[in-house]
């Protein structure tokens, strides 16, 4: 299985699956006209990755701004994914989905995500103090 490499748009996020490292990054707004046709990919990639039995875990690092309703149901499709991994085949699935703390709409649709899965779920302020 090869990286994925989805470069971000005005209307949809950057995504970068690095299989070697275990790791998923989601970062920027989610809005794209048709999502699910957009989140496809990134179904079709936690798949195959966890198909290969040699893939006990896997980091998920969100970084998303703003999604759309729709967006919100392709997100919530992938937490459903990594939970049939989690409690049928025992995987260490770990979420960190980081927000700024001036975006309060955000934090809310974050913690409805974090009430529906069994995994690690962490919710971690962006650190903005330089």
């Known amino acids: 299985m090869t990286d994925l490499f989805i470069k971000a748009t005005k209307y949809s996020p950057e995504v970068y699956f690095q299989v070697n490292n275990s790791k998923l990054t989601i970062k920027g707004e989610s809005y794209p006209e048709n999502s699910f046709e957009f989140y496809t990919s990134i179904f079709a990639a936690i798949k195959d990755y966890f198909s290969d039995n040699s893939h006990n875990k896997l980091l998920i690092e969100i970084y998303l701004t703003y999604l759309n309703t729709s967006s919100s149901k392709c997100i919530m499709n992938i937490f459903d994914i990594l939970e049939l991994y989690y409690k049928k085949n025992n995987k260490d699935i ?37």
């Open 94 to 130: 770990s979420i960190v989905w980081f927000y700024d703390e001036e975006n309060e709409e955000i934090v809310e649709i974050i913690e409805e995500f974090k009430e529906d899965v069994s995994y690690n779920f962490e919710i971690k302020k962006i650190n903005t103090d330089i």
